[in-house]
């Protein structure tokens, strides 16, 4: 059982940059793998990043890879996606899942628990 916040959303020019923020409300947040997935209007829900329970692994869309980070931090429960060189195309709301077990998995339905989204606009 745990509970996902999303923070940090926005609007940013082009080849801007956004940090957000995943609080998690749980214990035991370390078994949980993390991820990140976008939804822009009319699109089906997408990818984005996923880091282990440990931190020691993660898998980048290949649409982001270069640009974005994830990192956390078991001792505060939170999770971090640090976005870079934005792109229009990166328009969407942003959402935090965890899933029950530590691996990274890429599929929405692998999720068990999402964050409410956080909306971040790249203005060209």
């Known amino acids: 059982q745990v509970q996902l916040a999303e923070s940090g959303g926005g609007l940013v020019q082009a080849g801007g940059s956004l940090r957000l923020s995943c609080a998690a409300s749980?214990?035991?947040?370390?078994?949980?793998?993390m991820g990140w997935f976008r939804q822009a209007p009319g699109k089906e829900r997408e990818f984005v990043v996923a880091?282990?329970?440990?931190?020691?692994?993660?898998d980048y869309a290949d649409a982001v890879k270069g640009r974005f980070a994830i990192s956390r931090d078991n001792a505060k429960n939170t999770v971090a996606l640090q976005m870079n060189s934005l792109k229009p195309e990166d328009t969407a709301v942003y959402y935090c899942?965890?899933?029950?077990?530590?691996?990274?998995?890429?599929?929405?339905?692998?999720?068990?628990?999402w964050g409410q989204g956080t909306q971040v606009t790249v203005s060209s």
């Open positions: 880091i282990s329970g440990s931190g020691r692994s993660t």
């Open positions: 749980g214990r035991a947040f370390n078994s949980y793998a």
């Open positions: 899942a965890a899933r029950n077990g530590g691996y990274v998995r890429r599929s929405v339905s692998e999720y068990d628990y």
